[in-house]
């Protein structure tokens, strides 16, 4: 939406560009950048607009007042500001700019002590930029984001992206039909996402569990209440049909050095969406950082990487159909005995390998009760073990939908792999689409097999660009390394009963296969087999490493 000519320069003390869909933030303070990211959760409306909320004072106007009124109100509090003498924090500090830049130049620039970028943090904003950038951002290990949520805001939109090569090609049509179609089956899903739950959960039963201060209320709120989560609910199904090139925004913040890198890497991407988005940060990022953003230029090296070495690693392979799994790829078996050395080492001041020969003598008990005197303080909020379980490794393959790899992909202190999209691999349902008409069954495979057959025709011209029609339930695999410490960190998060299903049931995957390794993580001395993970759990001797939830709730407000 334009803005006035008062609004445009009131903008412009926060942020770089009042119409690129890329821009740099500005004299915001870190606390109200949250605030102001946060609302990407649910809310799609552009950064922007919500700064222009606070000046206006739009988020706290008097009720009692009419229309009109509140209308003069906004104008005169934005006259105000702007006719206030207030001074951003950077244009006081402009008179040493210039000795801080040249002293950047000397030593970043001439002798290259990228330390100094490391410091020097910059939040960005991306608006409706497809899921593909948003999973690119991802991969940035400093990068930290909030992005759009699939299950608050309702991602029907018809601005979603046009590939410029595609549209440029014989398959055009194609490609527009098939978003369209998924489009479509997202609506669909929606809406029968809705009547199933309003039939498993009915208004009154509903009503029945909510807290006494929430039943006094009005009619009015106890109604949009329960809408609102049954949508929710019907969000978390509807994802599944989502193309990649479904439009999403996020925030982001970043330090000077990862920028610099990003910038150079992603201009030699194969999306031009991603090439565009490159651009458009340095040209933010130039305004803010204009002494730091030195070595931005086309990296041809990475360039290589994600254009996957032109084809010059690929083998005559048949791609098979899977299912959602979690398999363990590498490990150590002797892991216990090395967390408990580290520990002894830490607390003796000893070697590591004298800590070593003193555990090497214990007893499987013995080491047991040391492993449960380590924990045996550890309250709910306590997020992290000990150090000593950040020294074991262990590699970590996730067969899962592109929806919850999405969300397991933010695990950024793992180290990450993922392969390119298709369907190749088959695809996840819904959990509840079992329990739906065959008709609605049916409406879902046939949207995927469509899109499969799509996909199938565009790869051999475009293989990035194909992704776009990818959706969120095409089975892919994500492969990480993850230390003991952020393993039990990523159960623990993504368990929680109000996460999405579908990587819930990633983590208990990943909590059985861990299991079956390393035992002891749960008291156990050997792994129960023929049982249920969930029983497994419950039961389980030591649950202060591990920490799993298995409970479930009804709807999610």
Known sequence: MPYTN??????????????????????????????????FSRNPKDFRDHILDFLKGTLTED??????????????????????NYKPTAEVLKAGMNKSRDFFTRWYGKYGHKSIA????????????????????????????????????????????????????????????????????????????????????????????QIEADKQKSDAFIQRKYDREITAKAFDIARYCLPQAMPTNFAWILDARSTEFDIAAWKEHPLAEIRNAAALIEKAGGQQLPSLLKYTANNSYYGDKFR???????????????KKQVKITYFNSGALELILSHVIANTNSISFEEAKTIIQKKTQ??????????????????????????????????????????????????????SIYTLDMGYAEPFELKEMPKDVQQVFREAMERTH????????????????????????????????????????????????????????NLCEEVAKIYPWILGYEEYPKGKHIFDIYNNAPLKDIIRMRTDEINLHE
């Open 6 to 39: 008062e609004e445009c320069k009131a903008l412009l003390r926060f942020v770089t560009s009042v119409d690129d869909p890329i821009y740099a933030v500005k004299d915001i303070p870190p606390e109200m950048f949250g605030a102001l990211g946060s609302y």
């Open 63 to 84: 009720p009692t007042l009419s229309e009109e009124k509140r209308i003069q109100q906004r104008e005169e509090n934005l006259k105000e500001f702007l006719s206030s």
């Open 118 to 209: 490391n410091v020097v943090w910059q939040g960005f904003v991306g608006m409706n930029q497809s899921q593909l950038v948003a999973r690119q951002l991802a991969f940035d290990q400093l990068a930290f984001f909030i992005e759009m949520s699939t299950r608050y805001v309702d991602f029907n939109n018809a601005h979603w992206y046009k590939d410029p090569d595609v549209m440029n090609s014989e398959f055009a049509q194609l490609y527009c039909e098939t978003i369209e179609m998924l489009i479509k089956a997202y609506n669909y899903f929606i809406d029968n996402g809705k009547a199933y739950y309003k039939k498993i959960y009915p208004f009154e039963q509903w009503k029945e569990k």
């Open 308 to 322: 996957n070495y032109l084809g010059d690693f690929k083998q005559e392979t048949t791609t098979k159909q899977q």
């Open 365 to 418: 008990k013995e080491q047991m009760e040391m492993l449960k005197r380590l924990v045996a303080k550890r309250e709910r909020f306590d997020e992290w073990v000990d150090s000593a379980f950040q020294m074991i490794n262990i590699g970590v393959e996730f067969v899962s939908d592109v929806g919850a790899v999405r969300d397991l992909r933010r695990h950024q202190k793992n180290q990450r792999c993922e």
């Open 453 to 508: 057959a799509a996909e199938k025709k565009m790869r051999v011209k475009f293989p990035f660009q194909v992704q776009y029609i990818i959706p969120m339930a095409t089975l892919t695999t994500l492969r990480m390394n993850m230390d003991l410490d952020q393993m039990q960190y990523m159960i623990y998060t993504r368990s929680t009963p109000e996460g999405h299903a579908s990587y819930r049931q990633d983590v208990f």
